[in-house]
């Protein structure tokens, strides 16, 4: 039977402490990945040649020996190996064409987050997570499948959520025929959210429109601030609130529209 990937995305609700290892885990994963980088380029100045992925890998374990680095070995090595994965990807994206040099990852500039390929299980509503613990998350739609890997990311109102990978299996086959009684025909607009065949209509829910002047108001005030200031962090957040507002607005109104 065949199998294919499908990412499911919750929010996650880590207590302080384990918020705390979650910001360890991101680091840890900025400090391999822009380590490596350097390494690599280095190494391939010397001799022109790149180096494979289990040789970092063996680079990595000598790295982790080290008094200056041993605070790697707190974290998760599968974690660990997967910023160098992440790395050698780019890598291969830039000699095929398809991206950009591969570039240092910033503190400031890049929203925390890891990946954990293995090792993370579902307990309900809990996302049980290696070397954290058990982490409770909101369980809007149930995950099908095997869990295969687990990317945490914070966004930029502070939340936290994460995207499981499941495979799941795929039924070959035809489709069941469409029942007649039920079929109708829609016309997406701008207008109208949608116009169905029978003549009903669908009302465009404009939340964007509606939060449009509070998020001017706070725009400008946030272009009015100084650069790396405590008021400019503070406005971005908020600025960042607004718009997760809107698009959770959006995201409720299609899960209860009557097209779904």
């Given at each position: 039977m065949a199998t294919e990937p499908r990412v499911y995305r919750y929010r996650i609700f880590p207590s302080e402490q384990q918020e705390v290892l979650f910001r360890q885990y991101a680091g840890a994963r900025r400090f391999v990945y822009n380590h490596f980088l350097a390494r690599s380029k280095t190494h391939y100045r010397a001799t022109g040649k790149t180096l494979s992925f289990a040789a970092l890998c063996r680079e990595l374990t000598a790295l982790k020996a080290k008094p200056a680095t041993a605070w790697l070995r707190a974290m998760n090595g599968q974690s660990l190996q997967q910023a160098i994965r992440d790395l050698n990807r780019a890598f291969t994206n830039f000699f095929a064409g398809r991206a950009m040099f591969p570039r240092?990852?910033?503190?400031?500039?890049?929203?925390?987050?890891?990946?954990?390929?293995?090792?993370?299980?579902?307990?309900?509503?809990?996302?049980?997570v290696p070397k954290i613990g058990r982490v409770p998350l909101v369980l809007h739609r149930p995950a099908q499948g095997v869990l295969k890997s687990g990317t945490f990311r914070q966004d930029p109102t502070g939340a936290w959520d994460v995207s499981l990978v499941m495979e799941v299996a795929v039924v070959e086959g035809p489709l069941p025929p469409p029942d007649a009684t039920f079929a109708v025909g829609v016309d997406l607009g701008l207008k109208d959210l949608a116009v169905l065949s029978d003549g009903s209509h669908i009302a465009a829910p404009k939340h964007y429109r509606r939060a449009e002047k509070k998020l001017a108001r706070l725009q400008r005030r946030l272009s009015r601030t100084q650069k790396a200031s405590t008021n400019r962090t503070k406005l971005r957040a908020a600025v960042a609130r607004l718009h997760h507002r809107v698009a959770s607005s959006a995201a409720r109104s299609s899960i209860g529209c009557p097209l779904v």
């Open positions: 240092f990852k910033s503190k400031r500039r890049e929203r925390p987050s890891f990946r954990m390929p293995q090792y993370l299980t579902l307990d309900g509503a809990v996302l049980v």
